[in-house]
């Protein structure tokens, strides 16, 4: 019983607790009479911390006891990317005090040279004490010194909040988490399949390059925009006819042996607007460069939270809370972002990199949401039948997300909304290194798509934005 006493000091077991209570509490599935704000924080601890000297940690010096345990808690990335970052706006608390309290306790709390320095002796001597060390082996002291961090998180996050000042978003109504940086697995993606087995995308055009051999030179390939493609928005899959809500895409030469070779790329983003507001949102896209709006309307990303969990929990609340304080909209009516980014940096995870797009919010609905993860790279709706699937879970190029057109439709009609696509494709040259004595120039065209009443799509008048080729004489 996690909350039933007095909750342990564990910030990361204080919030993955906290999770499951209020889950059940979210699905009506707690006992009548139970206080949620036992398992919110702030909790009670002990105060103040008593900090360690310098002196106090000599005895843990370097040496076949203590293998690398007193210079990672103090000097390495484990002091400067964990302790310092995450302390760092914290009023009183000084990161080389807290991280000579890390060591201390890691080793009071069961670090035994005896048992222990020897394994730690073999992964240093053997993996390295690096960064390149595979992700799947630590030594023992590590996890020593997580858990002992763990524990003084809790602690300090009891008794000294963040440091505000006047671009803080105001207190959120229910307390946040109070870890971010301790998770270091997602079990989430766990059966995802490694991006180089992502599958094929028919319906993604192929370029043709012919176009490009054939101009007179590469300034005028990228002049050119009759040649640019034209990626699709809607197309039929294997469970039938899907939408796409965003996409990235590029267009290279294979085996290009030319050190300038010629690339096309494509971004498309998308967003709902009211029915009612939708000639006006149009008229205001007609014509107009795009390129700051797209990065706007495809710019929302969650660092903290498990891809199983989203949209749900309390890390995906506390930074939701923060981008709806800075949001601005982006148009003179209002619109929603179909998709968000979702990342995550893992230590310890067989893929440490997490980077995929997903549903807006606004899709799932009330919790538990109209939509699930199924652990490998869709969202299935409570029948289990796909609805949206993304293309690469892990971060590679080229990704991709898509929605049932027919699932789409139906919500749009409940919700009076309509979708609208905007793209930005461009041309250039990838250039070997920095240093030239001419430019090809560079050629981007913003577009802006949607649904007629008739069902098809329509593009309005597009922009472009041309940056010259230049030359500089040198005689």
């Not at 009670?44 to 203590?66: L, N, Q």
């Not at 030469?253 to 050190?259: V, Y």
């Not at 969650?302 to 800075?326: K, L, M, T, W």
Request: hydrophobic content about 35%; proline content about 9%.
């Amino acid at each position: 019983m996690l909350f039933a006493d007095e909750p342990p000091l564990n910030a990361a077991l204080r919030d993955e607790g906290r999770r499951i209570v209020e889950a059940a509490a979210e699905r009506g599935a707690l006992p009548v009479g139970v206080d949620l704000t036992r398992v919110r924080p702030p909790y009670p601890s002990t105060w103040p911390i008593a900090w360690p000297a310098p002196d106090d940690v000599a005895k843990y010096r370097e040496s076949r006891d203590y293998p690398k345990l007193r210079f990672s808690c103090t000097a390495d990335d484990f002091s400067t990317y964990i302790v310092e970052s995450t302390l760092r706006d914290r009023p009183g608390i000084v990161h080389e005090d807290v991280a000579r309290r890390v060591l201390v306790d890691a080793v009071e709390l069961g670090y035994l040279p005896d048992l222990h320095a020897p394994f730690d002796q073999h992964v240093l001597q053997t993996y390295g004490s690096g960064r390149s060390k595979p992700g799947w082996i630590e030594r023992i002291g590590k996890k020593y010194q997580w858990i002992a961090f763990a524990r003084l998180l809790g602690q300090i996050n009891d008794h000294v909040s963040p440091a505000r000042d006047r671009w803080s978003p105001p207190e959120p109504a229910t307390p946040g988490p109070q870890s971010t940086r301790l998770r270091q697995m997602d079990p989430t993606v766990c059966d995802a399949q490694p991006d180089a087995a992502g599958p094929p995308q028919p319906h993604v055009p192929q370029y043709n390059w012919v176009d490009f051999d054939q101009a007179s030179s590469p300034e005028a390939w990228i002049a050119d925009d009759t040649t640019l493609p034209d990626p699709p928005v809607e197309f039929t899959g294997s469970t039938g006819p899907q939408v796409i809500l965003a996409g990235n895409y590029d267009w290279r030469r294979e085996n290009e042996q030319d050190a300038d070779n010629p690339t096309v790329w494509a971004h498309l983003v998308s967003l709902f607007v009211k029915k009612s507001d939708l000639d006006a949102l149009l008229t205001e896209l007609a014509a107009k460069d795009l390129a700051h709006e797209i990065s706007r309307v495809g710019g929302t990303s969650y660092r903290d939270g498990f891809v199983g969990e989203y949209p749900f929990g309390e890390h995906y609340a506390a930074e939701a809370h923060i981008h709806a304080y800075e949001y601005g909209e982006p148009f003179s009516v209002p619109t929603i972002t179909t998709t968000v980014d979702l990342l995550g940096e893992y230590e310890y995870s067989p893929i440490d990199r997490v980077s995929l797009i997903a549903p807006s919010p606004i899709l799932f609905g009330p919790v538990p949401g109209n939509l699930s993860w199924d652990d490998k790279a869709t969202w299935r709706d409570i029948h289990g039948h796909p609805i949206a699937a993304v293309r690469h879970v892990f971060g590679a190029g080229q990704n991709e997300l898509t929605i049932d057109r027919a699932w789409l439709d139906q919500w749009l009609k409940e919700h009076e909304m309509a979708i609208v696509w905007i793209d930005l494709i461009g041309k250039d040259l990838m250039r070997s290194n920095s240093f030239h004595n001419s430019h090809p120039g560079r050629l981007m065209r913003s577009r802006a798509r949607h649904r007629t009443q008739d069902g098809q799509i329509a593009a309005l008048q597009p922009f472009y934005d041309r940056t010259p080729s230049w030359r500089r004489d040198d005689s």
